[in-house]
């Protein structure tokens, strides 16, 4: 339609200035992702074979592979996962279902999340390192990184898990419990079941924050990059090999592209295997007597 | 059956149910009708206790159950309320299949043999009518259903439950006039051997169905019974003029 044709009507050149700005922002999104992950590829692609995934680093890195920094940053994301999954889940229901007659209790809880999420990476680190290495004795350890990352990642999972809790309709809890369904049938066969989409959002996010944290590692799982036997040894985790690579190690370049470009792709599988994984089970447990 | 006695509800400050004394009596389906807001609904769920889940309701008087106190700390709610089921207005089964929906309660409710909640389920699946439209996708998606089937459900769900308390609330609102026939035709059968309470705003499904009516009103702000007895006497002889001008459908 033309300007002033026959069915024009004033403001609609807004709404076409609107649809560009919208489209302008949403292509300058994909435009630098596109641009990231295009020249980590060109630059690391290259570098990365058979070898590369199978072997131990030597010479700092400059040769050798990345098995055991692979190996490393896995261990370190199940601790995390292991230490964070469960205790976001249960300060989730706190927050949104049990919390009504605490709010007091559930406003500092709620408060405490607030700041923990806006503390730097760095800081965690140095914590991590005073806690869970020094004062535990844990020493640099994959469990002292893994935990210090699942302090980190626990504001966005709770967040996000309460979010997705409170999304689950009242009338599914009021029908539940006209069942005379006990409190904890409810959350588990009803509001969890429920709720699993929303909470693999937070999952995903929280996976993304682990595998990408660098500071925080650096002070408590350390840099060792010889094959982690136990989760009481330190270990190098992707992107402190990256970090390393790139800043310590002269000529690192174009191996620190190649474990960025691993560490990408390991994200995207995790990320992707975790959400499908997810949805999967809430069909199965749709299906299920 | 199930009696309350000088029952009071409130919301924070506000008295939605002020003092009722209401009796359901088994083999026996009593209509409670009256305008919006009069508080029948707050009135059903003080009865197995889901105005517990109510953030900030109180209540007051007393709920006898078969003459236990249902208030009372040492009772179970979860055996109450599978004693005293409830049915909504609108349909809400759980986003599983058919067959979790109606086991799920049994399961909690201790029915640990699985060839037994196979066959509580046919049961009443055929009790509702609605055993061969899902015999054959039991493990579909139930949310899949239509309203009336739904609706259905929702009452199978409870009846597997084999509660000897029903109440319903405006069942069959939410559903075409061919489905609401459907479940009201079940309802009349179920009150054989259990007492009913429905609330209804359909006066016609009331005179069809009811034994006994009671009629919430409003008064002073607060909802509370100004008439109750048996439908026919009620609907024939209406004991004031605010009843029998509702009744009549003049008001209301």
Not at chain 1, 167 to 193: C, D, K, Q, Y
Not at chain 1, 241 to 254: K, Q, S, T
Not at chain 2, 43 to 68: E, T
Request: hydrophobic letters at 50%; proline letters at 4%.
């Amino acid at each position: 339609m033309s300007e002033g044709g026959a069915f024009s009507r004033p403001g609609a050149r807004f709404d076409r200035i609107l649809g560009a700005v919208v489209w302008l922002a949403a292509g300058g999104i994909a435009a630098v992702l596109i641009w990231i992950t295009g020249d980590t590829l060109q630059r690391g692609l290259s570098e990365v074979d058979i070898a590369f995934l199978t072997t131990e680093p030597t010479d700092a890195g400059r040769r050798g592979g990345i098995v055991s920094v692979v190996v490393s940053t896995l261990m370190i994301l199940a601790v995390t996962l292991t230490a964070a999954v469960p205790l976001a889940l249960g300060t989730a229901v706190f927050l949104a279902d049990v919390s009504a007659r605490w709010s007091a209790a559930a406003a500092v809880v709620r408060w405490s999340l607030d700041v923990l999420a806006a503390v730097p990476s760095i800081v965690f680190g140095l914590f991590g390192n005073a806690l869970f290495c020094v004062v535990l004795g844990l020493g640099y350890s994959i469990l002292s990184g893994g935990l210090t990352l699942a302090c980190m990642v626990l504001p966005v999972m709770i967040r996000t898990a309460e979010q997705a809790l409170r999304s689950v309709p009242a009338e599914l809890r009021m029908n539940a419990a006209a069942l005379g369904l006990r409190r904890t049938a409810r959350l588990w066969h009803i509001e969890f079941p429920a709720a699993v989409p929303g909470m693999a959002a937070g999952l995903v996010l929280g996976i993304g924050r682990a595998l990408a944290e660098t500071a925080a590692l650096i002070f408590t799982a350390g840099y060792a990059t010889r094959m982690p036997t136990s989760v009481m040894d330190s270990g190098r985790a992707l992107s402190v090999h990256v970090y390393e690579l790139a800043m310590n190690v002269p000529m690192g370049d174009r191996r620190a592209a190649a474990t960025a470009t691993i560490l990408m792709i390991l994200v995207l599988c995790i990320t992707s295997a975790a959400s499908s994984l997810l949805h999967r089970r809430r069909i199965f447990r749709r299906s299920e007597a | 059956m199930i009696r309350t006695e000088s029952l009071s509800v409130r919301y924070g400050s506000r008295t939605v149910v002020r003092d009722v004394s209401l009796r359901l009596r088994c083999g026996r389906i009593t209509a409670i009708v009256g305008p919006s807001g009069c508080g029948k609904t707050s009135f059903l769920l003080a009865l197995n206790r889901m105005i517990d889940l109510v953030p900030g309701a109180a209540v007051a008087g007393r709920v006898l159950f078969q003459d236990v106190d249902v208030f009372d700390r040492r009772n179970s709610i979860a055996e109450l309320r599978r004693r005293v089921g409830m049915i909504f207005q609108k349909p809400v089964p759980f986003p599983l299949s058919i067959r979790a929906n109606i086991q799920l309660g049994l399961k909690e409710h201790g029915v640990r043999n699985r060839r037994d909640r196979e066959a509580m389920m046919e049961q009443v699946l055929r009790d509702v009518g609605l055993w061969d439209e899902v015999s054959d996708r039991l493990d579909c998606l139930a949310t899949k259903l239509s309203g009336g089937q739904q609706q259905r459900l929702c009452l199978a769900r409870a009846l597997a439950l084999d509660p000897d308390v029903l109440l319903l609330d405006e069942p069959c609102s939410a559903l075409d006039p061919v489905a609401a026939a459907c479940v009201e035709k079940l309802i009349t059968e179920l009150s054989r051997n259990r007492a009913i309470a429905i609330v209804t705003h359909n006066l016609a499904q009331a005179r069809r169905i009811a034994d006994d009516l009671a009629v919430f009103w409003v008064r002073d702000g607060s909802g509370t019974v100004i008439a109750q007895g048996t439908a026919e006497e009620i609907f024939s002889r209406p004991p004031c003029p605010t009843v029998s001008d509702y009744l009549s459908g003049r008001t209301g």
